[in-house]
């Protein structure tokens, strides 16, 4: 019997047999309970032919598929010679290979493999996996997309290596045409990048610029805003900020020529431009985080913060949220390298109308409340815990 080419394969036969090895991955995954098989529903259209021809055509496929031990035909017990009434998988690698395909469940240990080290640096690719084999995409991608994962921690080993050499702002096609020849790969890795720099496949997808500039990528570079009557030390002398605010670049701030009342890091632009203007003429300094800030910022907030004296309110205000306290435990780190006791503003549930909370999934919790006990934040926490529910700062 002469093995059926693939690529001039009866089209109705590999229509049939592509729909077993979809229901094979689906069974292999667990989202099947059936075993992989072809009944009436599967081979209607099979049954509907008309020329002698093509029934020959697609049962010489079949007949192959069972000598190569792919599969099992099923003819009507009182006639051997009649239509084929049930075709059921025997082996899923050998119906993958007729049709030149690679089974799922290979294709995810391929993943796994390609994955390797990473792992141990990038927790949350094992939930990556997780969701694979349940046959569930991650921001688009499959296993066939691997590859591409493993260049996103590529990106992100360079960028954190840059900063520690005190390269805290580069041109994100600049860097992405150094480590793969290629100007624009980078911005193509931005899904993966977001839920490796996240740790988590549940998060919403952030902003592609948000994104980059966590790592210190830019497409264009952007300035810090800052708002209050605060004087601000930069090479050419102290200057008061501009009213309701002033955007400057973050490597340009050396420190403080006056001492604020309180320092408050707000998350979000729409709240930071309400604040702004309340506090514009107070003494208060109001900082624009733009979410997750950059190493640029995040060392001009430091070089700040080390220029307070003792007793001096250092406040974030974020999304009840994920994002919200991985943010805020982030921004502890940096407040506590500058000597400074980061504290919450209007961040605990407590804070919020109950009209603008949303119950929040179990796992959620469980990470806001990990990323509030990280910030010092333990009474915190426990509310999180207690109360279930997520609220954006706007509003």
């Not at 927790?123 to 569930?136: G, I, Q, T």
């Not at 290596?161 to 911005?187: H, W, Y």
């Not at 804070?351 to 929040?360: C, G, L, N």
Request: charged share 25%; glycine share 6%; hydrophobic share 40%.
């Amino acid at each position: 019997m002469s093995i059926p080419n693939q690529a001039s394969m009866d089209p109705l036969a590999r229509k049939a047999l592509e729909r077993l090895l979809k229901s094979a991955d689906k069974h292999e995954a667990g989202v099947a309970i059936r075993l992989p098989a072809l009944t009436a529903s599967g081979l209607a259209d099979y049954h509907a032919l008309r020329s002698l021809k093509a029934k020959e055509d697609f049962e010489s496929v079949m007949a192959y598929g069972q000598a190569e031990g792919a599969i099992k035909v099923q003819r009507p017990r009182h006639d051997p010679l009649g239509l084929i009434e049930r075709i059921e998988l025997v082996d899923v690698a050998k119906v993958a290979l007729l049709l030149g395909e690679v089974p799922h469940s290979t294709r995810v240990q391929s993943a796994r493999q390609l994955f390797g080290a990473r792992l141990e640096a990038h927790p949350v690719l094992l939930d990556v996996l997780a969701r694979w084999e349940k046959l569930k995409r991650v921001r688009g991608t499959g296993p066939d997309e691997a590859a591409d994962w493993v260049m996103a921690c590529e990106v992100i080993d360079y960028c954190r290596a840059q900063v520690e050499l005190g390269n805290t702002e580069i041109p994100v096609r600049d860097a992405s045409a150094r480590l793969f020849k290629d100007s624009k790969r980078i911005e193509s890795l931005v899904a993966s990048l977001d839920v490796l720099l996240s740790g988590s496949t549940e998060d919403q997808a952030r902003p592609d610029p948000e994104v980059l500039q966590e790592l210190g990528l830019y497409r264009e570079e952007q300035p810090v805003r800052m708002a209050g009557y605060v004087l601000v030390r930069r090479e050419r002398g102290e200057f008061p900020l501009d009213r309701p605010y002033g955007a400057l670049p973050p490597s340009t701030v050396l420190g403080l020529g006056s001492i604020p009342s309180k320092v408050l890091t707000i998350e979000n632009q729409t709240t930071f431009h309400v604040t702004a203007r309340q506090l514009c003429d107070s003494d208060a300094l109001c900082i624009f985080t733009g979410g997750m800030p950059s190493p640029a910022w995040r060392a001009m907030y430091i070089r700040l913060l080390m220029g307070l004296p003792a007793g001096i309110p250092v406040h974030h205000w974020g999304d009840i949220d994920e994002g919200g306290f991985r943010i805020a435990a982030f921004l502890s780190r940096c407040a506590a390298e500058a000597g400074q006791v980061l504290q919450p503003w209007k961040m605990r549930p407590s804070d919020i109308p109950k009209s603008q909370q949303r119950p929040a999934a179990p796992s959620v919790v469980e990470r806001m409340a990990k990323y509030a006990s990280e910030a010092g934040w333990h009474d915190l926490a426990l509310e999180l815990a207690s109360t279930k529910t997520v609220a954006e700062q706007e509003g």
